[in-house]
C-alpha cells in the first residue's frame, strides 16, 4: 500500500511539473527545446542561458475561413527559431536589438485546421493570392503571405513565441535585453519590424482585386509589366538584362503536377528593379502586400517583407524569355518556395497595397 501511495505522489508531481507557463503549452515530447547546457556540453550554440516564458494571450482566427474561433495551443507542438533582431532606427538605418531564440507555435500549425472559404473562389480558386493579417492588444498590425507560410521549403519559421533565450557570445557575454511579452517572430526576416507583441487576432484575406481570368489562354505573351501603389500607376516597364544576372539551380516542382524541370533559372533579383517604385518604409515592412498578375488572370500574393526584407538570400527572380515566346516576355521565380505555383508567367501587374 505504502508503494502504491508513493507512486501515486510520484506520478502527481511530474503532472504538476509539466504545466503550461504561460497558460499554454505545447505537446509534452516538445519540452526538451528548453532544456539548458550552461557549461557547452553539446554542440547546440542556441540552448546555454535560461529560457523565459510569456503568457500566450488568447488568439482568435477570423476571415476567410468557415470555422472562425480561438486558437487550442494545447493540441500544437513547440518550435524554435534563431533571430537577429534588428529595427529600424529614427535616421533611416537599422538598431540592433539582440539575438535571441523563440520557442512557440507556427503559424503553419495554427492555421492548419482552418477550413478555407475564399471570397473569390468563383474568379481564382487557387489559394496562392491569399495573406493573413496579425493584429496585437494594441492594434498593430502585420501581414503574411498565404505562400511564405505553406509553400516555403523551409516551414515553421513564423511563431508566436511563448518563451525566449538570449544567444549571448562567448567573449563579451553581452547579455541583450529579454522581451517581456509574447510577440510573432518572423525568422526569415532582415529587419524584424514584424515582430509585434501579444497578438490577438488572425485574419485570413484574398487579395482584393479583381483580374480577368482566361483559363487556357494560349499563346500569351506581355511584352511588359506595369507597377502600381493601390489605385496609382506608376509606369510600365520592360527592365533591361545588361547587367546584375544570377542564376539558381532549382528542382522545379508543382504542387499538382510535380516535376517540371531540373533546369537552372537566370535572372535578375526582382527586388533591385522594382526597388525605387517601392521604397522601404517600417509601413510596408509590416503591412505591405504584392499581387503579381499574369497576362491570363493567374496571381499570387507575396508580403513586401518576403520580398525586399529577406535574410536567407533566397530572392524572387524576374526571368526574361526569347521575345514572343509563350508565357513570355517576363516570368518570376520564388526560390524559396517548394511548390512552383507562385511562378508567374506572362507577369502584366505588380500591386501594392498597405
Known amino acids: 500500500m505504502k508503494n502504491v501511495s508513493f507512486l501515486l505522489i510520484v506520478l502527481l508531481s511530474l503532472v504538476s511539473c509539466t504545466g503550461n507557463p504561460g497558460q499554454v503549452s ?10 539548458i547546457d550552461t557549461s557547452d556540453q553539446t554542440n547546440n550554440f542556441y540552448d546555454n542561458t535560461e529560457t523565459n516564458s510569456f503568457k500566450v494571450k488568447e488568439l482568435r482566427i477570423e476571415g476567410e475561413i468557415a470555422n472562425p474561433g480561438p486558437v487550442d495551443f494545447t493540441k500544437l507542438d513547440l518550435h524554435s527559431v534563431i533571430v537577429k533582431e534588428t529595427l529600424l532606427d529614427s535616421s533611416g538605418g537599422d538598431r540592433f536589438v539582440g539575438a535571441y531564440r523563440y ?7 495554427i492555421l492548419n485546421n482552418s477550413v478555407l472559404k475564399k471570397v ?5 480558386n487557387p489559394i496562392i493570392d491569399l495573406y493573413v493579417e496579425i493584429e496585437n492588444a494594441s492594434g498593430e498590425k502585420v501581414v503574411f503571405s498565404w505562400g511564405e507560410i505553406y509553400y516555403h521549403s523551409n516551414l515553421h519559421k513564423i511563431l508566436i513565441a511563448s518563451a525566449v533565450s538570449r544567444i549571448v557570445p562567448s567573449k563579451t557575454k553581452e547579455l541583450w535585453p529579454l522581451p517581456a511579452t509574447s510577440r510573432i517572430v ?10 509585434i507583441s501579444d497578438p490577438v487576432k488572425i485574419t485570413v484575406k484574398s487579395y482584393p482585386k479583381s483580374f480577368p481570368v482566361v483559363k487556357g489562354m494560349s499563346p500569351m505573351y506581355a511584352p511588359g509589366f506595369a507597377v502600381i501603389i493601390g489605385e496609382n500607376k506608376q509606369e510600365n516597364i520592360s527592365p533591361s538584362f545588361a547587367s546584375g544576372i544570377v542564376t539558381f539551380n532549382t528542382i522545379f ?3 499538382g503536377k510535380g516535376i517540371h524541370s531540373t533546369s537552372p533559372f537566370t535572372g535578375l533579383p526582382l527586388k533591385d528593379v522594382i526597388a525605387k517604385y ?17 497576362k491570363d488572370g493567374y496571381r499570387c500574393a507575396v508580403s513586401y517583407s518576403e520580398l525586399f526584407n529577406r535574410n536567407d538570400q ?14 513570355g516576355l517576363y516570368r518570376v521565380f520564388a526560390a524559396a518556395d517548394f511548390f512552383s505555383d507562385r511562378a508567374i508567367k506572362s507577369l502584366s501587374e505588380i500591386h501594392l497595397i498597405e
Open 26 to 35: 505545447g505537446n509534452l515530447s516538445q519540452t526538451s527545446i528548453q532544456t
Open 253 to 255: 516542382y508543382g504542387r
Open 278 to 294: 517601392y521604397p522601404s518604409t517600417k509601413q510596408r515592412l509590416q503591412k505591405g502586400i504584392f499581387c503579381f498578375a499574369a
Open 314 to 327: 533566397q530572392e524572387f527572380l524576374l526571368i526574361k524569355t526569347e521575345p514572343g515566346e509563350d508565357g
Open 103 to 109: 520557442d512557440g507555435y507556427s503559424l503553419f500549425d
Open 186 to 195: 518572423s525568422g526569415c526576416d532582415l529587419v524584424t519590424e514584424r515582430n
Open 120 to 124: 473569390n473562389s468563383a474568379e481564382f
